[in-house]
């Protein structure tokens, strides 16, 4: 039997914030290695406009309003996947940089695509 897609249950806004928390993580002048193994600490951006970028994507700032929204934050942290330092930070764990939203190409706008 396959796995179950989104085994956590996450709400559309949780997927997304934690879609780009996961982006985060990967660029080097928005995170840097957490304290535990496996773990990354990062900083959400503060979007200006419509959008911002994100390395060499852009992201719509309807696409990231939960990165402001302490609601999300307390429900990514309970179910494992962040430890909040809401509003400046956020650590990701390995559960929460693992954890497949299958939302990446939807909202990581790439010029090459």
Known sequence: MPPKRNPLNLNPLQLKTLTLLQALAELPEFSQSGEEASSVVVRAPD?????????EAVVAARDATGLRNRAVWVALERKGLIRSMYPDAAVLTA??????????DTILRRGDR
Request: aromatic letters at 10%.
């Open 95 to 104: 559960l929460g940089l693992g954890y497949e939203t299958g939302l990446r």
């Open 47 to 55: 979007p200006h406009g419509d959008h911002f970028h994100l390395g």
